[in-house]
């Protein structure tokens, strides 16, 4: 089953291009690791999914019209935007029983049993909780509403590693399953590469980038080459090359290169590049400006 | 949502009634209203304090009368009833100005705030239309506050007399007359009617008007909701030397023609009740197109607006 479906989709702030007529299409029961710099269009693109904004083109999710159909779309879609957005004045309990009552699909129990886990207490207001304690608590709601998307925002931004761990543990064990589908965008790609099935990057409104991740892997090498090799190497057209501890690290695109695995050992050490090093080269060749959304 | 035709009947109900809801519009519309109390305790606080204090005051100036009274000719019944009558009105007339302070305030920040805060997002992450979130913010200075404030109100003039009871008692003050005079049920009626009437439906439109300055205004609600009124007098005033804009806004402000302040409650005040005096203003039913109007918009911008 398609979960979402873009055709086109097109956004104008001004005369700035958000998103300049992208084509999406994401079925049911996959993980996909939207990345791309800061300003790129991610959010835009999030936004336009959920609702939030108007956009010309198409955009199906899960049957409905987001612009129009907001309110009946969220009982089978969550989201946790870029910031923490719980209101600051809410308790705990408040949350849940508020939560409880406009939301049908929502298991206040399950969503205690996280709590439960945590130091959260349910007489706390927001305001009285550290970054990581508002966002266990977003994400104990979120996981405890039986959606059929979770679409998530930079959700661990400015998290130290223990909360985000945590995070991504709790999605993966506690809510993902075959029937789910799960957007996120993120700059923590490291962290994150293992549990993406499918892999997009965006750059000023366009995607430049899309595969699954099996594809990724058989699709792009990078081979750690002596100095005195390089020259050879580059006969190949790398995609990127970059110097690291006297080697020179050459990027490959197999499908588009004359050059295959068996060829590019013989130069030196084969290996499965990372997402980072990937979006490095394929963003960072067209715009310098990248390279600080790739920590 | 496709639907397998092959499903079984009892399997397809059941997932129709998980996809339709299982929670009605009317159980959204409540609990949208706990959470704007939840974040506004001084919906009800602030008309409680006000009662407070005015009970304070009244418990102080009555020990005085008390005082005062050793010696002096005892009150007549005529002058005990205006005492106190006026006083009754007093406080009724306190904690519906506070109400309808409050009212103001709660109005203009009721949909900026969301904004200010980013909180928008989660609301609009849950599945409550942008129609019930204003109705029910809407609902706040309409229903809610005038209901409460009329609440209050017969509680603290049920307190001031008992009050007076216990400390006059044996003063010479006939506290019978006291009883008799305090006329709860006139009073009360016509007050909610007053409330109901003129705070809820009359004022509509003032209250439409700045909940849809509070959807659009990128900053500054309170000013982007009183200088255009002063903008059109102005014009209006240097343009064509009239200024009907400002009748019509102090018209609206001053309530019906023929609505009845509590005051006004006179021994047939039955048949004033009848509402038929005030549903034939035409003053009511353009205030309402106009509310309706504005609150059509206020739910578009809702729509259409993020964060700020």
Redesign the interface.
């Known amino acids: 089953?398609t979960v979402i479906e873009a055709r086109g989709l097109r956004k104008t702030f001004g005369t700035n291009v958000a998103l300049d007529g992208i084509d999406l299409h994401v079925e049911q029961g996959r993980i996909l690791g939207l990345i791309g710099p800061n300003g790129a269009g991610k959010t835009t693109a999030l936004?336009a999914i959920?609702?939030?904004?108007?956009y010309q083109g198409e955009l199906n999710v899960?049957?409905r019209d987001p612009w129009s159909e907001?309110?009946?779309?969220?009982?089978?879609v969550?989201?946790?935007?870029d910031?923490a957005?719980?209101?600051?004045?809410?308790?705990v309990s408040?949350a849940l029983e508020?939560?409880a009552?406009?939301?049908?699909?929502f298991d206040r129990r399950k969503a205690e049993g996280f709590l439960a886990k945590t130091t959260i207490r349910p007489n706390s207001k927001v305001k009285e909780l550290s970054k990581g304690m508002v966002v266990q608590l977003?994400l104990a709601l979120v996981l405890a509403i039986d959606a059929k998307l979770l679409v998530l925002d930079e959700p661990t931004l400015g998290l130290d590693i223990i909360y985000r761990k945590q995070f991504y543990d709790s999605l993966l064990n506690d809510y993902y399953d075959r029937n789910r589908t799960i957007v996120v965008s993120t700059h923590q790609v490291e962290e994150l590469e293992h549990i993406f099935t499918d892999l997009m990057f965006i750059d000023r409104g366009r995607i430049v980038l899309s595969c699954s991740m099996e594809e990724f892997e058989s699709r792009y090498v990078e081979v750690a080459v002596k100095p005195d090799q390089a020259a050879a190497a580059r006969t190949f057209k790398p995609m990127h090359e970059r110097q690291i501890l006297g080697r020179c690290m050459f990027l490959f695109d197999l499908k588009l290169n004359s050059a295959n695995r068996q060829q590019l050992t013989t130069l030196g050490e084969v290996h499965t590049p990372s997402i980072a090093d990937l979006f490095v080269a394929v963003i960072g060749n067209q715009s310098a400006m990248a390279q600080g959304a790739t920590r | 949502?496709?639907t397998q035709p092959n499903a079984v009947p009892e399997a397809s109900f059941q997932s129709q009634g998980?996809?339709s809801?299982?929670?009605s519009p009317a159980?959204?519309l409540?609990?949208?209203i706990?959470?704007e109390l939840?974040?506004n305790p001084s919906i009800y606080m602030a008309p409680l304090i006000a009662a407070v204090v005015f009970l304070f005051g009244f418990f102080i100036s009555t020990l005085s009368l008390r005082h005062h009274m050793h010696g002096a000719l005892p009150l007549d019944a005529a002058q005990g009833h205006d005492l106190f009558a006026t006083r009754y009105e007093f406080a009724g007339a306190l904690i519906m100005g506070t109400a309808l302070i409050v009212g103001i305030f709660y109005s203009l920040d009721a949909l900026y705030g969301e904004r200010r805060?980013?909180?928008?997002?989660?609301w609009?992450?849950?599945?409550?239309?942008?129609l019930?979130t204003v109705l029910s913010k809407l609902a706040i200075p309409l229903v809610i506050l005038p209901l409460l404030s009329f609440a209050i109100t017969i509680a603290t003039q049920f307190i001031m007399l008992m009050l007076s009871t216990v400390i006059l008692a044996g003063s010479g003050v006939n506290i019978g007359a006291l009883w008799r005079d305090a006329s709860f049920l006139h009073v009360s009626l016509v007050l909610l009617y007053h409330l109901l009437t003129v705070h809820g439906l009359w004022y509509a439109p003032i209250y439409g008007w700045l909940l849809l300055v509070s959807a659009w205004a990128p900053r500054a609600p309170f000013l982007f909701a009183f200088l255009p009124p002063f903008v059109i007098y102005g014009v209006e005033k240097l343009a064509f030397n009239t200024s009907y804009f400002l009748n019509m806004i102090q018209n609206r402000l001053a309530g019906p023609a023929n609505a009845m302040a509590p005051h006004a409650a006179s021994p047939d005040f039955m048949a004033t009740l009848i509402p038929h005096h005030f549903f034939d203003t035409p003053g009511l039913w353009t205030g309402l197109l106009v509310a309706a109007v504005f609150l059509f918009a206020a739910v578009r911008l809702r729509?259409?607006q993020?964060p700020i």
């Open positions: 089953m936004n959920l609702g939030l904004t108007p899960l049957g907001r309110d009946q779309l969220m009982r089978d969550c989201f946790i935007a910031v957005v719980l209101p600051r004045w809410i308790r408040q508020y939560v009552g406009v939301h049908p699909r977003h | 949502m496709s998980t996809s809801g299982g929670v159980q959204t409540y609990w949208s706990r959470r939840w974040e805060d980013r909180t928008i997002f989660f609009k992450s849950l599945p409550v239309s942008d019930i729509r259409n993020g």
